[in-house]
């Protein structure tokens, strides 16, 4: 059987009600590879920062079934992202769930796939698949990065309470509108932003917080996976333990300016670049509408606003260097 992201509150309490007799829930770990990974990362940190009582982690397929963390087991839940279903070290991971009792709650795109036989709750997430760029007409309510996100909140919720239950959930009905209107607000910058950057042959991402995946995501599979273009993902907060001395006039930068409790650590890596660099470009939440989220859940929400606009500028990016999004020389091609 085959849920979506409005089947969440029903599957934590099917799970919650399954494990009680063993002790309940006392962890929650998310496990993909690549993007899959990068956009577990929001739920990730919300369980890490409201939760007092469940420990969750966010690991790469691989390491998780070469390094399984010691606690997991009948009292876990494992949510497990995986687009199309077949991708060998994230089917590994959830048979490795599945044969150590864990709920294994699997985010993907493709109800019949390999995958599916080590699921206990099937959940088809929402997504345009017209073109690598999106046209926009997807129900972002229900995109990957949401259904992780809502599934960390559910278990919060039902496990401990959670004070901004309702105000999260304004939110979840908020962020496609927002961005929409964002996607359109960018398309002229994008396609200058791709006229500026189409020969460089080093590029870099900056983000923090629960939005650092969509840079991160951006850095190693757009700009390294998609157009080869060497590539690094730095945390504004790291950018000036050691980062920050490849800033010059020719380096390129790509900066998230996040809405919330980590926009302060953003804000001053621009006013540094303003300072000593030439050449970046600045999304900046508050900006694109985001700040209409209400403050107390709005940091969740940033990854989702970032993630969905980067396909504009993505489009405009391979348009402009003759390289579509969609070619590859070892993916899928060679073993590996």
Same mark, same amino acid.
């Given at each position: 059987?085959?849920?979506?992201?409005?089947?969440?509150?029903?599957?934590?309490?099917?799970?919650?009600?399954?494990?009680?007799?063993?002790?309940?829930?006392?962890?929650?770990?998310?496990?993909?590879?690549?993007?899959?990974?990068?956009?577990?990362?929001?739920?990730?940190?919300?369980?890490?920062?409201?939760?007092?009582?469940?420990?969750?982690?966010?690991?790469?397929?691989?390491?998780?079934?070469?390094?399984?963390?010691?606690?997991?087991?009948?009292?876990?839940?494992?949510?497990?992202?995986?687009?199309?279903?077949?991708?060998?070290?994230?089917?590994?991971?959830?048979?490795?769930?599945?044969?150590?009792?864990?709920?294994?709650?699997?985010?993907?795109?493709? *109800?019949?796939?390999?995958?599916?036989?080590?699921?206990?709750?099937?959940?088809?997430?929402?997504?345009?698949?017209?073109?690598?760029?999106?046209?926009?007409?997807?129900?972002?309510?229900?995109?990957?990065?949401?259904?992780?996100?809502?599934?960390?909140?559910?278990?919060?919720?039902?496990?401990?309470?959670?004070?901004?239950?309702?105000?999260?959930?304004?939110?979840?009905?908020?962020?496609?509108?927002?961005?929409?209107?964002?996607?359109?607000?960018?398309?002229?910058?994008?396609?200058?932003?791709?006229? *500026?950057?189409?020969?460089?042959?080093?590029?870099?991402?900056?983000?923090?917080?629960?939005?650092?995946?969509?840079?991160?995501?951006?850095?190693?599979?757009?700009?390294?996976?998609?157009?080869?273009?060497?590539?690094?993902?730095?945390?504004?907060?790291?950018?000036?333990?050691?980062?920050?001395?490849?800033?010059?006039?020719?380096?390129?930068?790509?900066?998230?300016?996040?809405?919330?409790?980590?926009?302060?650590?953003?804000?001053?890596?621009?006013?540094?670049?303003?300072?000593?660099?030439?050449?970046?470009?600045?999304?900046?939440?508050? *900006?694109?509408?985001?700040?209409?989220?209400?403050?107390?859940?709005?940091?969740?929400?940033?990854?989702?606003?970032?993630?969905?606009?980067?396909?504009?500028?993505?489009?405009?990016?391979? *348009?402009?260097?003759?390289?579509?999004?969609?070619?590859?020389?070892?993916?899928?091609?060679?073993?590996?």
């Amino acid at each position: 059987m085959a849920y979506n992201y409005r089947d969440i509150p029903q599957i934590v309490r099917e799970i919650l009600a399954a494990k009680a007799e063993d002790g309940g829930v006392k962890n929650v770990y998310f496990v993909g590879c690549g993007g899959s990974l990068g956009a577990l990362y929001p739920a990730k940190v919300f369980v890490e920062r409201e939760s007092l009582g469940l420990k969750t982690g966010w690991i790469n397929s691989n390491e998780f079934v070469h390094s399984t963390p010691k606690d997991f087991g009948k009292n876990s839940v494992l949510c497990v992202a995986c687009h199309a279903g077949n991708t060998p070290e994230t089917v590994a991971a959830a048979k490795l769930g599945k044969e150590s009792g864990a709920a294994v709650v699997l985010l993907t795109y493709q *109800e019949e796939s390999e995958i599916a036989a080590f699921a206990d709750y099937l959940l088809l997430y929402s997504f345009d698949s017209s073109s690598s760029a999106h046209t926009g007409d997807m129900d972002y309510a229900g995109e990957k990065t949401q259904c992780a996100l809502q599934l960390a909140v559910e278990l919060v919720n039902d496990t401990e309470g959670y004070e901004h239950y309702d105000a999260f959930y304004q939110g979840v009905e908020r962020i496609g509108g927002i961005i929409r209107k964002a996607r359109e607000q960018v398309a002229d910058r994008a396609k200058a932003f791709a006229q *500026e950057y189409k020969n460089d042959s080093f590029l870099y991402t900056m983000g923090s917080g629960a939005s650092w995946a969509s840079a991160y995501m951006e850095s190693i599979c757009i700009f390294m996976e998609m157009q080869w273009i060497h590539s690094a993902c730095i945390h504004t907060g790291e950018y000036f333990h050691g980062p920050f001395e490849v800033t010059d006039c020719n380096a390129g930068f790509v900066v998230q300016i996040a809405e919330g409790s980590d926009r302060e650590l953003d804000e001053r890596c621009l006013r540094f670049l303003k300072k000593y660099a030439k050449r970046f470009e600045v999304l900046d939440a508050k *900006e694109l509408g985001l700040s209409t989220i209400d403050p107390s859940v709005v940091d969740y929400f940033n990854h989702s606003l970032f993630n969905n606009v980067y396909p504009i500028y993505n489009a405009a990016l391979a *348009e402009a260097r003759q390289h579509p999004l969609s070619t590859r020389r070892y993916m899928w091609k060679v073993a590996y």
